[in-house]
């Protein structure tokens, strides 16, 4: 099954759930910037949970079936208008059966950044160090997609869920996201961990899979001076000298010298995957602060 890429929209990628284990290489582990969408978009096909899907930003996506696909998305909420015999409709989704000929065009969401596209088992794409992810930092797997690729799927039916897959546990902002204790919280003084959980944060413009700058209480150093860089995960929260939290993406650096007051859990990592400027976020005490 083919499709062809008529418009990326802002940006498209194709995500699976990363390459783990090489972070001794300085390999980053990247994947999907919000894994519990993939793997919903994956399993209303009855695809395996890590299979090779798009990842779009923003909306803007635009795709001309070849041939009859059935597709499913699932993340942020796109509008989806699908183009066919001379007319169009407007539908919902989440699982949608494309005719030869047919376009399929996503609109800006509602709320959330990354909406998510599976194909009949998986995008088929080279793989990196095993994985189809593209690390946007490292510049490290298949390219961001381009009007005029074309998009192999697996030959075989889809299989369709006859139950929902499971939902996503948030449904836009304000956005709740769980943080446990970081390696370098005795960094900070009493009142900097008080003001973390105190007060709502602004998700800034200067985001991407990277990492999101926040802004709101600025978070007192009890230490001064800088570390070694350090190694961190997804959802690390570090602060950099001006006392403003960032959280770490998918396609994280190292630490560059600032500590880690607090990591994400895994829900909460992939909640942040969604975040968009303007946005608010409340960070909610986990684990023993």
Not at 38 to 66: H, K
Not at 175 to 204: C, I, N, S
Not at 247 to 266: A, C, Q
């Amino acid at each position: 099954m083919t499709l062809t890429v008529l418009d990326p929209g802002g940006l498209t990628l194709v995500q699976d759930l990363g390459r783990p284990g090489y972070a001794g290489l300085g390999v980053t582990e990247s994947g999907a910037a919000d894994r519990r969408s993939l793997r919903r978009a994956n399993r209303l096909l009855g695809n395996d949970d890590g299979a090779p899907a798009l990842e779009t930003t923003l909306g803007g996506l635009v795709l001309r079936a070849e041939e009859t696909v059935v597709v499913a998305l699932a993340g942020a909420p796109a509008p989806i208008e699908v183009v066919a015999g001379g007319g169009s409709t407007r539908t919902g989704g989440p699982v949608l059966r494309l005719p030869a000929g047919a376009e399929l065009r996503l609109g800006v969401p509602e709320w959330g950044m990354r909406t998510y596209l599976a194909l009949p088992q998986g995008v088929l794409t080279g793989r990196t160090l095993g994985s189809a992810s593209y690390d946007t930092l490292a510049a490290l797997g298949p390219p961001p997609l381009q009007a005029g690729d074309v998009l192999q799927a697996g030959a075989g039916e889809a299989v369709i869920a006859t139950v929902e897959a499971e939902a996503p546990g948030w449904h836009g902002a304000p956005y709740m996201l769980d943080l446990l204790p970081g390696p370098r919280r005795d960094w900070f003084t009493d009142g900097a961990l008080t003001a973390l959980f105190a007060e709502p944060y602004t998700v800034t413009d200067l985001g991407d899979r990277v990492g999101v700058r926040l802004h709101g209480a600025g978070l007192e150093r009890a230490r001064r001076g800088e570390l070694a860089s350090e190694g961190v995960v997804r959802g690390a929260v570090q602060v950099p000298a001006d006392g403003q939290p960032l959280i770490f993406g998918p396609d994280h650096p190292v630490t560059g010298g600032y500590p880690v007051i607090g990591v994400l859990t895994d829900d909460a990592a992939d909640a942040s995957g969604q975040l968009r400027p303007g946005g608010q976020i409340r960070f909610r005490r986990r684990g023993d602060w």
